[in-house]
């Protein structure tokens, strides 16, 4: 197989390798689409990780299947599936706990492209395929299929977690790609008022077209400040964090936020850096304001509900996608992109039609 891999800190390229084996419940899958992401940044260039040698990048992808293991019953050679960027060990006590994400030790469903090879191969392999994988439906492009494994469940994520309900008034800090599925997944909990904190004419384009009524520049003050002011004094129900950094981003959330709310933060942080807000903001610790951080849920069930979101319109995926390649080849070109991000990007994709 040949993939796309971090050959070390702060460098990337092609490499050649074995095929991955495929255990008794597993999958061999060659990729119809890839998707870089922020993650992958994090991962090369700003030792998110630590260090990784040769290791293929990349956690967002749908394929074909090409070898299954000898367990494996729901799935066959020639299927196309939705792979999920986050693929838990489901036997695990965590998993049975609630918490699949956190299966084989804390962030452990998070497999591809940090504890073993991810989809910028020629070939990927996927543990636990009856539970992980979910069948393609027909009216999902694959590459619109690319963004239901990580940047539509990872946005929703961030809704569930902080309680979004009906009538609730929301903020979004970041409107990329996952701030954007935040702020969708706001909406569709009913959310009554939602402010999307970005400034990028195309998010804020995208923004408005999956519900924003609010749009706030931090070019234009502290965004705390800000909302504070739009709402009388008052703040909001919840704040989703899907952007920003430890230190600034949090004092803003808890700020803005009114006593009894919830946070639900979806940002990747810098490992080495500490959260930072201001103790009277959180009512000398004891304004009830809660903050609650996790790992997007991954599995085949959760696949198989969001694509129905986007069968049924509820979501339109394609609205993230700003950037198309053709060819296998072309990831390199994509990833560069996730690493500039030029004004006009929001989401590249892949389409890898050159493999066999």
């Not at 909990?189 to 939602?194: D, E, K, L, M, P």
């Not at 072309?330 to 890898?352: F, G, R, S």
Request: charged letters at 20%; proline letters at 5%; hydrophobic letters at 40%.
């Amino acid at each position: 197989m040949r993939g796309f891999a971090m050959i070390e800190p702060g460098k990337t390229g092609f490499i050649d390798k074995e095929d991955p084996k495929v255990g008794p419940r597993d999958a061999l899958i060659r990729p119809l689409a890839v998707a870089p992401c922020t993650s992958d940044i994090h991962t090369v260039y700003e030792d998110a990780l630590g260090p990784r040698q040769n290791m293929i990048l990349g956690h967002e992808a749908c394929g074909v299947i090409v070898e299954v293991g000898s367990e494996v019953k729901d799935f066959k050679p020639g299927d196309k599936v939705l792979v999920p960027a986050i693929t838990p060990n489901w036997s695990d006590v965590y998993s049975q706990a609630g918490y699949a994400t956190d299966s084989d030790g804390m962030l452990g469903g998070w497999k591809f492209s940090n504890i073993k090879d991810g989809v910028f191969g020629t070939r990927f392999h996927v543990n636990d395929a009856d539970g992980n994988l979910a069948h393609l439906p027909a009216e999902i492009d694959p590459a619109e299929a690319c963004m239901l494994s990580d940047m539509i469940p990872t946005g929703l994520h961030a809704s569930e977690m902080a309680g979004v309900t009906f009538g609730d008034t929301v903020a979004v800090i970041g409107i990329g790609p996952v701030g954007l599925m935040a702020l969708r997944g706001a909406v569709l909990h009913g959310a009554g008022r939602v402010f999307a904190v970005g400034s990028r004419a195309k998010t804020v384009e995208v923004a408005k077209q999956y519900g924003a009524t609010d749009i706030i520049d931090y070019h234009n003050g502290d965004i705390a400040d800000q909302i504070l002011a739009a709402t009388n004094g008052v703040g909001v129900d919840k704040v989703l964090i899907a952007g920003g950094d430890a230190e600034h981003t949090f004092a803003d959330a808890v700020k803005m936020l009114k006593p009894g709310g919830s946070i639900g933060n979806v940002n990747y942080l810098n490992g080495h850096d500490n959260v930072v807000f201001n103790a009277g903001d959180w009512g000398v610790g004891m304004g009830h304001k809660t903050i609650h951080g996790g790992l997007m849920p991954g599995g085949r069930l959760r696949m198989e509900k969001l694509a129905a979101l986007v069968v049924n319109g509820r979501i339109d995926p394609s609205l993230l996608i700003t950037h198309r390649f053709e060819g296998f080849e072309k990831i390199p070109d994509a990833i560069e992109l996730m690493h500039h991000k030029p004004a006009d990007l929001i989401k590249p994709v892949v389409i890898c039609n050159d493999i066999d």
